[in-house]
């Protein structure tokens, strides 16, 4: 049975960071793709990044390019995202996703098709 656990949310002032942490059981990252959502109430899900595998190349949302990273420890099996300069325009519940094998290289953010498995998702709430 395969579980992605998302963690490291919490609530941040306005200019803080987050490290959120997508640990997996069941399943190995490994060279798959891998990426991140957000859904703020009322919106759909936004893809905000992704990587079609350990050695591709990282793809954010206008939104958040050059605040966030995308990585992968392949040693802990985890997956995370680094958040920096957070806005309140930022505050939602964000989600981590991975394929089963790695993705082709496309130049843009994969949608949530190109995913197998799903987190549960952990909240970020950035105060102004």
């Known amino acids: 049975d395969v579980q992605l656990q998302a963690s490291g949310g919490g609530l941040v002032q306005a200019g803080g960071s987050l490290r959120l942490s997508c640990a997996a059981s069941g399943f190995t990252f490994n060279d798959n793709a891998i990426g991140w959502f957000r859904q703020a109430p009322g919106k759909e899900r936004e893809g905000i990044s992704s990587?079609?595998?350990?050695?591709?190349?990282?793809h954010y949302a206008d939104s958040v390019k050059g605040r966030f990273t995308i990585s992968s420890d392949n040693a802990k099996n985890t997956v995370y995202l680094e958040m920096n300069s957070l806005r309140p325009e930022d505050t939602a519940v964000y989600y981590c996703?991975?394929?089963?094998?790695?993705?082709?290289?496309?130049?843009?953010?994969?949608?949530?098709?190109?995913?197998?498995?799903w987190g549960q998702g952990t909240q970020v709430t950035v105060s102004s």
């Open positions: 996703a991975a394929a089963s094998s790695p993705g082709l290289e496309l130049g843009y953010i994969y949608g949530p098709a190109e995913y197998d498995y």
């Open positions: 990587r079609s595998s350990s050695g591709g190349t990282p």
